[in-house]
């Protein structure tokens, strides 16, 4: 028996696994998200085309699965593009399945060529090319996003949406579990030769090989070496008596020290961008080790000296097993070293005698904030010294929105991590600018999702890297500030919580707030935009 085509599609998600699907309804995708919501499938409604892909994004980045959005036909797909051109540089899997308007509607209103728009934000594009096709394209779509680590469009005519479609499609095998890559033997003797003559080696993890915690110890132990972990490892090596914490910009004092004192640095997963070699200083005079499973992240921002295609865990079993065959013995740096305090911060300052200051603000919001927090970060000029004082439990507790450098994508980010991980306190940082720009009417999605999340809103009436460079040229800088309406009051409007912190006095109520906070919380933060640190 025929099913219409987008009941079809909602019963495939559901058969791939598919629990949640973002986005906003027009006539081309309408029908889809009702069959999808009445098969028992979690929608969530966004306010912004935008939006639902960032909402997709956040759920794939923490979740670890494919976030799966839809959207209708013209502007709503032009609404996606910044969504999924930072979703392909975040290389995130997402699936974003558009209408479009019919072939031979040529004079509709909303008729653009969407796989013009789509394929140049990065993102990759599907045709559904017949009803009798749906299952392939759709498990295609869904296999190229895991594949390619970036967003694909599944594009789906209005008046395919609406025809039947043949009984019993299936969704097929989609996914394709990832390959065991085991180090060839001329780079692993490379890399092994390199290690060994090495007197003050790093061991270095990326988001690449997060599962590999006690394999990259190990090893770091065999060979005397420090660990230390990129931004988007954040927290992978807490406890760890010779943990640097985050290696590259963001790191702390006694980080820096050691890592200039390094010579060696094996990398097990990283990209190893400008932001992780502090733009070449942190590798200059040293040996450099890049192990990925990936081909495309060899080489492509930093030239190592060794290349070893292979998982960070495979790799790390066949170097320790050659180290021993070898008898090759550690280094001693670690010997060198104070346990337990390579990651140390600067100290919080003391509290400003009139407003605010931003170091301090950050570490009581580190004390006071839940400990078992997913932590999301728009971007802008709070997010550098907010990325390195607050703490994440692990990894994939950690968001940052910031690969297309556009302010305003938090906020769906957050929403879908809230949707990834029920359950757990969602925190997320934004400035004015960026809140006002993407997070108003996303904030309203978390309340009607009653997502428990924290929105800590730093307020310096202004768009703040701009404010630096005309102050610092000695410029007006009052083009760059704004008189926004107090946030706090406008959370509440929306149907949230919402309070604010003006004084160091301000703080001391703060954890009763967070105790008794029930739905959606904005905290804002008053600041001076002329005592702000940007870097």
């Not at 309408?30 to 994004?57: H, I, K, T």
């Not at 999702?449 to 040229?473: K, P, S």
Request: net charge negative; proline share 6%; aromatic share 6%.
């Amino acid at each position: 028996m025929a099913e219409k085509t987008h009941d079809a599609l909602a019963r495939l998600l559901s058969e791939a696994g598919v629990e949640v699907l973002f986005g906003v309804t027009g006539d081309a995708n309408l029908m889809l998200v009702d069959a999808f919501a009445q098969a028992g499938g979690r929608y969530v409604a966004a306010a912004n085309e935008g939006g639902a892909v960032l909402m997709a994004s956040g759920y794939s980045a923490v979740s670890g699965r494919v976030g799966v959005a839809t959207v209708t036909h013209g502007p709503a797909v032009t609404n996606t593009v910044t969504a999924l051109a930072d979703a392909v540089k975040s290389k995130l899997p997402v699936v974003l399945i558009c209408g479009d308007t019919r072939p031979a509607d040529r004079t509709n209103l909303q008729a653009i060529p969407q796989r013009d728009v789509i394929l140049a934000s990065g993102a990759g594009f599907e045709d559904v090319h017949d009803a009798g096709t749906l299952g392939a394209d759709l498990a295609r779509a869904l296999r190229r996003a895991v594949a390619e680590l970036r967003p694909i469009a599944l594009n789906v005519p209005i008046d395919l949406m609406k025809s039947d479609a043949p009984g019993g499609q299936r969704i097929g095998p989609h996914l394709v579990p990832p390959a065991r890559t085991t180090p060839g033997e001329t780079a692993l003797d490379d890399a092994i030769g390199i290690i060994a003559a090495a007197r003050r080696p790093i061991v270095l993890a990326g988001r690449g090989a997060i599962d590999a915690r006690e394999p990259l110890l190990r090893l770091a132990e065999r060979i005397g070496a420090p660990v230390a972990t990129t931004l988007k490892a954040k927290g992978l090596f807490r406890g760890a008596p010779f943990d640097l914490g985050v290696f590259g910009t963001l790191s702390g004092p006694a980080a820096v020290e050691t890592i200039l004192q390094s010579d060696c640095v094996v990398a097990f997963g990283a990209s190893l961008t400008e932001y992780t070699s502090a733009h070449g200083a942190y590798f200059d005079g040293k040996r450099v080790i890049q192990v990925s499973g990936r081909a495309d992240t060899l080489g492509s921002f930093h030239h190592p000296d060794v290349t070893v295609l292979g998982g960070a865990a495979e790799t790390v079993e066949a170097m320790l097993y050659w180290l021993d065959e070898a008898e090759i013995g550690a280094s001693g740096f670690t010997d060198t070293l104070e346990p337990g305090q390579l990651a140390d911060l600067e100290p919080a300052p003391g509290a400003a005698r009139e407003g605010l200051d931003y170091l301090w603000v950050l570490h009581r919001l580190n004390a006071a904030l839940p400990a078992d927090r997913i932590y999301v970060t728009d971007a802008g000029r709070h997010m550098v010294k907010a990325l390195q004082i607050l703490d994440v439990p692990d990894p994939r507790a950690l968001v940052q929105t910031a690969s297309f450098g556009s302010i305003g994508l938090g906020m769906g980010y957050a929403v879908g991590a809230a949707e990834a991980a029920p359950g757990r306190p969602v925190v997320l940082t934004t400035g004015d600018g960026g809140f006002m720009l993407g997070g108003l009417t996303e904030f309203n999605t978390a309340v009607r999702r009653n997502a428990d999340l924290i929105v800590v809103l730093f307020n310096d009436n202004a768009y703040g890297a701009e404010h630096v460079v005309l102050r610092d040229r000695q410029m007006d800088p009052k083009v760059t500030t704004f008189d926004w309406p107090d946030f706090a009051p406008l959370a509440v409007a929306l149907g949230g919580q919402g309070v604010t912190l003006r004084e160091a006095q301000d703080f001391e109520g703060l954890p009763a707030v967070l105790a008794a906070r029930s739905g959606p919380l904005l905290i804002e933060v008053k600041l001076d935009p002329d005592r702000m640190p940007f870097y």
